[in-house]
């Protein structure tokens, strides 16, 4: 099955840690920088994929559509 590209959401953790998300499969994984994080979500999303049932890996990613976009915001 060939996959979409995939979204990696990294934020500042409260822990101090860097959390990563991946919205398309619902997957999260965590590191020590945001370079670690990025690593940590790639590994958990191939491991996952190892795993997964293809029905499952389609049925997210129909349920879970991403749409990156920039916002203009105005403020008073």
Not at 8 to 21: C, F, Q, R, S, T
Not at 28 to 55: F, N, R, Y
Request: proline fraction near 5%; glycine fraction near 6%; charged fraction near 35%.
């Amino acid at each position: 099955m060939k996959l979409p590209k995939l979204t990696a959401v990294i934020e500042p953790g409260e822990d101090g840690l860097y959390v990563a998300n991946c919205p398309e499969l619902g997957i999260v994984s965590q590191g020590e920088t945001p370079e670690h994080a990025e690593e940590m979500i790639k590994e958990a999303v191939e491991l996952w994929l190892e795993c997964a049932d293809e029905s499952e890996v389609r049925r997210r990613l129909d349920e879970r559509k991403v749409a990156i976009k920039e916002l203009e915001v105005t403020h008073a």
